[in-house]
């Protein structure tokens, strides 16, 4: 397979992209992306596996994760952590979803969203645990000004200058 149409079909459709492969003479199979190994320095296509497939049948995957909306959360000066990017889901192969989008909208501070609130498709089985935190609003961090002043007050007071060794103190010298 050429390298620029492989490019073409992962940038598109992601490693579960569905290829029907033309074999020549042996006909032609529907296939998925096993394992794809990438130069790391030029980021070419080194290699690439895949596996022969039926659209009907169940296989374990992973799918990533897009998060839509704006959060009220983050609006009013919280912090958005996105915490698990992809989930590990079962279902049949010409059903597997491109992405799984999460709605971030009606989150405020302090609110997260776990794996077990997201509603997989019909069919679909998702096999991370259910209490793995996917996104939360944090509140964010501030340190008062007069705490960073007295921080670098003790950092300047512990930078004095190193004794020298061989050289007389000016105590010792009196």
């Known amino acids: ?18 290829i029907n492969m033309d074999l020549g003479k042996g006909g032609s199979e529907t296939v998925m992306v096993k394992e ?19 659209l009907e049948e169940r296989v374990t995957t992973h799918v ?3 998060l839509v909306g704006a959060s009220s959360g983050v609006s009013e000066g919280g912090v958005q952590e996105f915490l698990l ?7 049949q192969v010409g059903r597997i979803p491109e992405h799984i989008e999460i709605d971030v909208s009606p989150l405020d501070i302090g609110d997260q969203i776990r794996v077990a609130d997201i509603k997989p498709q019909e069919g679909m089985r998702i096999f991370d645990d259910p209490t793995t935190i996917v996104v939360t609003i ?8 007069e705490e960073v002043m ?14 020298v060794i061989g050289e007389k103190r000016a105590e010792e010298e009196e």
């Open 1 to 18: 397979m050429p390298e620029l149409s492989l490019h073409r079909l992962l940038g598109s459709g992601g490693e579960n992209v569905i």
């Open 36 to 54: 794809v190994q990438i130069d790391p320095v030029t980021r070419g296509i080194l290699h690439a596996d895949f596996v022969r497939v039926s």
């Open 64 to 66: 990533p994760i897009t």
């Open 85 to 91: 990017r992809e989930l590990q889901v079962e279902c």
């Open 138 to 145: 944090v509140a964010p961090t501030v340190r008062e000004a």
């Open 150 to 163: 007295e921080e670098e007050v003790v950092i300047k007071e512990e930078e004095k200058e190193p004794e």
